[in-house]
């Protein structure tokens, strides 16, 4: 019997995640379930509503089909195993969005995906990870499908409309702080995928620019995992502390936007912070983080080129463009035509319908994945590795990113 050929895990995510965006497009659009209580009765309410019902059964169905896929692709004919796994990360997932839709922990503006990542270090620190979750840990691959949907979210017309002050703040901070944190790491003594992953993470879009370097540079799993750990963990402070800290300054709207979305490493978190300040703040924090996620796809490019001539075995021979394509993330290929896709294609309406719904699915992806990093975490050994000399360099990078961004960011939109 012919059988296709093998596909690598990037071009399976960009397989999914279009073919995500086209059913969407085309009408079929799933969402996730609608929750917020205050009290247990209302909980219990909500859980038993048909709606959400629908809902939870319909995503898990959509997630199992995109895996049994992804699977096919990949060459595993016997993915019997999946399911089970898959059915425990998608209730832990639940959780995670039960816990957030609390009234009271909502106004925080804490995401999903730090109590699904927090509930998966528990499991895995306490209660022990079961084999049988095991065969449904496809970290990457989930994180690599939520990327390219993310960038049907990054709309080039948004960000041109704001100026050019956000992307010359971007520009500035992403480099300075990437030299800064990759000077770091050396002094640490960190090996240089470390150093890499960590500059990319701290500088750029945080867990995006880590997944999207160890691509570039074939890293090592377990110390990617160990990257977004720092940065989920240290992004929980700065997104309370620092809206505050913005307050008691007394900074403009566009200052205080502007600090946050160059700093803070996750997108939801700049959403949650941006919000405590007021809409004109939250406008320039997320145009600066787009600006930045905008970067991703250069810094990609920049990175493959820096690893392959480098790290070439015995650098013998010039690296070929090949040798260069090879370690190119696609899935960042995938990120870049959805961002031009829903920019310059689609029409208008259609991007209005549709960025909704792509952005929940895009959520969903992101939950499942962190799950599953926690489960895959010893929170214990997050100071731990290499005498905690990650963890350091990562803690002091973030905070000159944060003296350096709001010194910048006075400067361009004082």
């Known amino acids: 019997m012919l059988q296709p050929r093998k596909l690598h895990e990037d071009w399976i995510a960009v397989i999914i995640a279009f073919l995500t965006i086209g059913l969407v497009v085309a009408g079929l659009k799933p969402a996730l379930p609608k929750f917020g209580w205050s009290a247990p009765g209302e909980l219990l309410t909500q859980l038993t509503d048909g709606q959400n019902l629908l809902r939870s059964g319909t995503l898990f169905l959509w997630v199992l089909g995109s895996l049994l ?140 620019a880590a997944i999207a370097t160890s691509g570039a540079i074939e890293g090592d799993n377990k110390k990617l995992s160990h990257v977004i750990s720092l940065v989920m963990i240290v992004a929980i402070p700065m997104m309370l502390f620092m809206p505050y800290i913005a307050i008691w300054a007394g900074m403009s709207p566009a200052v205080a936007g502007a600090w946050l979305g160059g700093t803070i490493d996750t997108s939801g978190a700049v959403v949650a912070a941006g919000t405590m ?28 080129v820096y690893w392959s001539y480098t790290k070439k075995k015995g650098n013998y021979e010039k690296p070929t463009l090949k040798t260069i394509w090879d370690r190119f993330p696609k899935f960042v290929l995938g990120f870049i035509a959805a961002s031009l896709l829903f920019s310059f294609v689609l029409p208008s309406p259609v991007v209005a319908a549709t960025k909704g719904s792509l952005k929940e699915i895009q959520t969903y992806w992101f939950a499942l994945a962190f799950t599953c990093i926690g ?22 990078a973030q905070l000159f990113n944060v003296f350096f961004t709001l010194i910048v960011a006075y400067l361009v939109f004082r």
């Open 277 to 304: 300040l007021g809409k004109e703040a939250l406008k320039y924090a997320t145009i600066v983080k787009f600006s930045q996620n905008v970067l991703l796809g250069l810094a990609a490019f920049i990175i493959s």
């Open 69 to 208: 896929l992804g699977r096919f692709l990949a060459g595993d004919y016997k993915p019997a195993a999946l399911l089970t796994g898959l059915v425990a990360i998608v209730l832990i997932s639940l959780l995670a969005q039960l816990i957030t839709s609390n009234k009271a922990i909502k106004e925080l503006g804490i995401e999903v995906v730090l109590f699904s990542l927090l509930l998966g270090l528990f499991i895995s620190n306490v209660l022990g990870l079961p084999e049988w979750i095991k065969p449904a840990l496809q970290t990457e691959l989930y994180i690599k499908i939520g990327l390219v949907l993310l960038g049907t979210n990054i709309i080039f017309g948004d960000i041109l409309q704001a100026g050019m002050l956000g992307i010359i703040q971007s520009v500035v901070v992403v480099f300075t702080v990437w030299y800064f944190t990759f000077w770091l790491c050396k002094m640490l003594g960190l090996d240089d995928e470390f150093r890499m992953m960590i500059s990319s993470a701290v500088s750029i879009c945080g867990v995006s």
């Open 375 to 396: 489960l895959e975490t010893r929170f214990t050994d997050i100071f731990k590795v290499e005498n905690g000399k990650p963890a350091l360099a990562f803690i002091i």
